[in-house]
């Protein structure tokens, strides 16, 4: 399978052996689809950096498909406005299967300025390439965190993403009602600290007022009418949304825009051949296709980043997305 980009083909010196912090593979493990997003963004931005000209340096592949040959020919080309080269292989399981000895060989002699990053869903602990890649940094392991390790998550993500404060007990209670999904955490947490202003610190109090169980179920609801072709519903369900509460505003958009994400992942995993008992009914549900899905995640998210940039309007947003999808 050809590579989502082209370029002329010339061949660089061959590089010394990789370094810590600066592998030329990268792998990227696991099914917990937040951390991954995190890990491949923070990579691009470090091989790439912050702007780097679009399509021009990245190089994408699906590695059920995808030939070794044709992967490291795309590896060896230069960029032709960037000085390094991304080349990204999604579901690499197979492909790691099929050409492990040979990665493992492209490891010892690498080209200098094209990175390989290799993205599969099984875990790598036993393989020789995770042990080579492990000690220089080149192995970032995408797993949700136990249960009982997502309050010092919270914690964390809230310092590190927000430059915020929580107390434990604030976060003990924001995974209560958020649930132990990432996205929506991350999603409540961005809420949050657009909520406090200028104070530092998240409290109780604050994750009590500003993320609402009853609200949950009503956005939620909300998607099940559009579904449905019931806008009279959806839009009543939407004003329960927003009711009883000032910063409702700040956190129903993005809790829709985690649904559709929902139903975005479910329909990518039967697309590709899942199991069909691996997601839920209601994920299973859904009468849109993935284009029409990722065109309202696409509206929703614009919509999300007014409000928390500018504090744009969203409920007649919202209400305009609502009949358009309800009467589709």
Same mark, same amino acid.
């Given at each position: ?31 917990? /689809? ?5 890990? /491949? ?108 390790? /997502? ?178």
């Amino acid at each position: 399978m050809a590579a989502r980009s082209t370029s002329s083909r010339s061949s660089r010196t061959a590089a010394p052996t990789p370094v810590a912090g600066d592998p030329p593979v990268h792998l990227v493990t696991g099914t917990d /689809l937040f951390i991954r997003r995190e890990v /491949l963004a923070a990579l691009t931005r470090k091989i790439l950096g912050d702007d780097p000209p679009d399509g021009l340096a990245l190089a994408e592949f699906d590695g059920e498909e995808a030939e070794l040959a044709a992967v490291l020919d795309e590896v060896r080309t230069p960029g032709l406005l960037a000085p390094r080269r991304l080349v990204r292989v999604d579901n690499s399981d197979e492909f790691l299967t099929k050409y492990r000895q040979k990665v493992e060989e492209y490891l010892e002699h690498p080209t200098e300025g094209g990175v390989l990053v290799l993205i599969c869903d099984r875990k790598q602990t036993s393989s020789r390439l995770y042990k080579l890649l492990k000690p220089i940094d080149g192995v970032h392991e995408c797993e949700t965190p136990k249960p009982q390790a /997502l309050p010092g998550w919270v914690v964390e993500r809230a310092r590190t993403a927000y430059d915020r404060g929580i107390d434990a007990q604030a976060a003990r209670l924001l995974v209560d009602q958020a649930g132990d999904t990432l996205d929506r955490l991350d999603s409540e947490l961005a809420k949050l600290a657009v909520f406090v202003g200028d104070r530092s610190t998240i409290t109780t109090a604050d994750v009590e007022e500003a993320v609402g169980a009853h609200r949950e179920k009503a956005v939620f609801g909300v998607m099940d009418a559009i579904n449905e072709r019931n806008p009279a519903r959806a839009l009543q369900l939407w004003d329960q949304v927003l009711a009883g509460s000032k910063t409702a505003e700040f956190g129903a958009v993005g809790g829709l825009a985690f649904v559709v994400r929902q139903l975005i992942d479910a329909k990518r995993f039967a697309l590709t051949g899942g199991r069909h008992g691996a997601v839920s009914k209601w994920q299973r549900s859904t009468r849109f296709s993935l284009i029409q899905l990722e065109e309202m995640l696409a509206l929703l998210v614009k919509m999300d980043s007014a409000a928390k940039s500018s504090g744009g309007e969203t409920r007649l947003g919202v209400e305009k997305f609502i009949v358009t999808y309800a009467t589709r």
